[in-house]
């Protein structure tokens, strides 16, 4: 696609998404999340085992721990009660979509060697920090998790078969390849023709993960990002960029047409988006306020906070003195660092997925 008619696009998506923004204020406090629980049962046997890819928001402890923060104090804190690799106070996206499987959560890659050709629940490739291109070095980008799953399964026959009748693929793109794009001097101007290089490559991913023999694949819109602390931070955690979530929408609208391609090629609806876009919305704008779960205290402002612009959240100095602040209760707010959900803040994400869960699994 020409630079001109993505700008023209841009401009379009833009103004969809202000409309679509209205009507989910009204959505977030009307939903009702109490199912029927005999489907629910019956709806959880057909997948048993999760197979997942991709960053942060679905690592579950692939990071070695001398390299992430997400094995530092106070990660883990509310789950389970100590550092496991999770970039949050407790579970992670991962952990919720094993939760609505009724399975356990699935083993990070890492761990295999500990647990021989036994995979139990599944296997998680997800490294935090990675994109589809090399975001952090030496963590593995998406196309060299893939590689990991396909030496897994030539390796077993097993688990090929399990991949084919019960097998559920989550991936994850948060958004660390456009983290890297401007770290590494990406203007604005070049970002619709990036947006539509990383959307392309995921498409790519997501083909080659179907043809490995996974039936269902499902694959993270991306989140508002001009919502997370990192970008608020300018403005006292008060507004949400919206020049960024405008970029957000772009490279959902291409996700979205190159889902519908990959579903229309492969003839069997394999492909689905799990939409974290109107999932984190709806919870801000409700401030996590639907039945059953928390109302959270601070929207936009994260729980755990580095004493200066300088610190992150786990920072230490020489002396081992925490340059960081805890907020006295993780489960009133919604973001945990700069870039994370809580644990809170993922539940309330995943209770607002639910109907669509229901109906795509
Ligand atoms: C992913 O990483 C591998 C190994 O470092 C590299 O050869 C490959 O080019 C990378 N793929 C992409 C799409 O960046
Ligand atoms: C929003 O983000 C854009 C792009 O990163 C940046 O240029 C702009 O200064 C930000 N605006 C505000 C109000 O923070
Ligand atoms: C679906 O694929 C067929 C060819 O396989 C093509 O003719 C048709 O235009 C495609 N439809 C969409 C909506 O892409």
Redo the contacts with the bound molecule.
């Keep these: 696609m020409q630079f001109n008619n993505l700008l023209l696009l841009l401009l379009f998506v833009h103004f969809t998404i202000l409309f679509q923004d209205n009507i989910l204020c009204v959505q977030g406090s009307t939903h009702h999340y109490r199912q029927n629980d005999q489907d629910f049962d019956q709806m959880k046997k057909i997948y048993t085992k999760l197979f997942v890819f991709g960053d942060s928001y679905a690592d579950t402890g692939n990071n070695r721990k001398s390299f992430a923060g997400s094995w530092k104090q106070p990660y883990g804190i509310t789950f389970p009660g100590k550092p496991s690799g999770r970039f949050s106070d407790g579970r992670v996206l991962t952990d919720y979509i094993a939760k609505h499987l009724g399975v356990k959560s699935p083993l990070p890659y890492r761990f295999m060697e500990y647990a021989g050709k036994r995979i139990g629940s599944g296997i998680n490739f997800a490294y935090g920090g990675t994109g589809v291109f090399d975001t952090l070095v030496p963590n593995p980008n998406m196309t060299t998790q893939i590689d990991y799953f396909e030496k897994v399964i030539h390796s077993s026959v097993f688990i090929k078969s399990e991949l084919q009748s019960s097998g559920l693929v989550l991936v994850s793109l948060a958004g660390n390849d456009y983290g890297d794009y401007f770290a590494k001097g990406g203007t604005n101007q070049g970002l619709p023709n990036f947006i539509a290089t990383v959307v392309n490559q995921l498409a790519k991913n997501l083909k080659r993960i179907h043809m490995l023999g996974a039936k269902k694949i499902m694959v993270t819109a991306l989140a508002p990002l001009g919502c997370l602390p990192q970008s608020t931070l300018l403005n006292s955690f008060q507004q949400c960029n919206s020049t960024q979530n405008t970029a957000v929408n772009l490279h959902n609208f291409l996700l979205q047409q190159a889902v ?2 990959l579903n ?2 492969t003839k069997d609806s394999s492909f689905v988006i799990l939409d974290l876009y109107n999932s984190f919305t709806s919870v801000l704008q409700s401030k996590g306020g639907h039945p059953g779960s928390l109302k959270f205290e601070s929207t936009l402002k994260p729980c755990c906070i580095g004493i200066t612009q300088q610190y992150s959240c786990g920072d230490v100095n020489e002396k081992g003195d925490k340059m960081y602040k805890v907020c006295s209760d993780p489960n009133s707010a919604f973001f945990w660092d700069s870039v994370h959900p809580t644990q809170a803040g993922w539940h309330a994400v995943y209770s607002n997925l639910q109907p669509m869960l229901q109906e795509i699994l």
């Design positions: 519908s391609k229309n090629e």
